[in-house]
């Protein structure tokens, strides 16, 4: 599969060449991205003939030096104006997570169009950090397993009191390095009550994950209580792309 690559911060090779290609890309099935809005659902592929300006990722510094490299997954909503209005990681390491959400939230695309004029719309963009080293032999057999045992997870430090018949939705959460909700995708494929389930878990605190002395971003899995009536309300905003339980922090080689 054809990603958009990048070499310790720099783009590997020509977008146009980087860009026009990938037309296997892996898509779950449409009613899984489909809401109420009825958004356009577009492939990598033609969404990407349609990007107009590229931030390119920084390849953060904590984890070069942790030999972590590999894919991170997005799924991202592109308004009539061409910005990228919400942006949610679907899998890749947190460290590589963190900027590929900066990045990508300030691309620029031109708007799909439909016979009534612009249409915002979504797709799946597949960005891969590569690291290049002349000597291969000195990296680490299992890097990211090296690196997880080294790190202290978040901590939730304050949330909000369970409201009365409150039913839980499961979240993961990007906590960033200042303790932020940097993003938040659901655990299991139900979207009632996800817009208010992630208002309510962006007012938490969160102690940052550590590694060593140094704040580090990284995933926590919480249970956000929602208040039934508001979860009937809100049948479905931006789903992302649900993660079952079983898929706990995806990580790529």
């Not at 510094?61 to 997005?74: L, P, S, T």
């Not at 901590?155 to 993003?183: C, N, Q, T, W, Y």
Request: aromatic letters at 8%; a positive charge; charged letters at 25%.
């Amino acid at each position: 599969m054809a990603r958009i690559a990048f070499h310790q911060g720099f783009l590997l090779a020509p977008l146009a060449l980087l860009l026009g290609l990938a037309p296997n890309v892996r898509l779950v099935a449409a009613e899984t991205l489909t809401d109420a809005q009825d958004l356009t659902v577009l492939t990598e592929k033609k969404a990407t003939k349609l990007l107009v300006k590229q931030q390119v990722p920084e390849y953060p510094a904590v984890a070069r030096v942790n030999f972590i490299q590999g894919d991170v997954r997005v799924i991202a909503t592109v308004d009539e104006a061409g910005t990228v209005s919400e942006v949610h990681v679907v899998s890749g390491h947190p460290f590589l997570a963190l900027a590929a959400l900066k990045a990508v939230g300030k691309w620029l695309f031109l708007p799909a169009h439909k016979r009534q004029g612009p249409r915002e719309f979504r797709t799946y963009l597949d960005i891969r950090f590569a690291l290049r080293s002349n000597r291969i032999e000195e990296m680490p057999p299992e890097p990211e397993r090296d690196l997880k045992r080294q790190i202290r997870p978040p901590v939730l430090l304050e949330r909000l009191s369970h409201p009365f018949h409150a039913i839980s939705i499961p979240l993961r959460v990007l906590v960033g390095p200042k303790g932020e909700v940097v993003d938040s995708v659901p655990l299991e494929a139900a979207i009632a009550g996800l817009a208010e389930a992630r208002r309510i878990v962006d007012r938490w605190k969160f102690q940052p994950a550590r590694w060593g002395a140094l704040a580090v971003p990284w995933y926590l899995d919480v249970d956000v209580p929602v208040e039934r009536w508001s979860a009937a309300r809100t049948p479905g905003d931006s789903p992302g792309q649900f993660l079952p339980r079983s898929s706990r922090l995806t990580q790529h080689p």
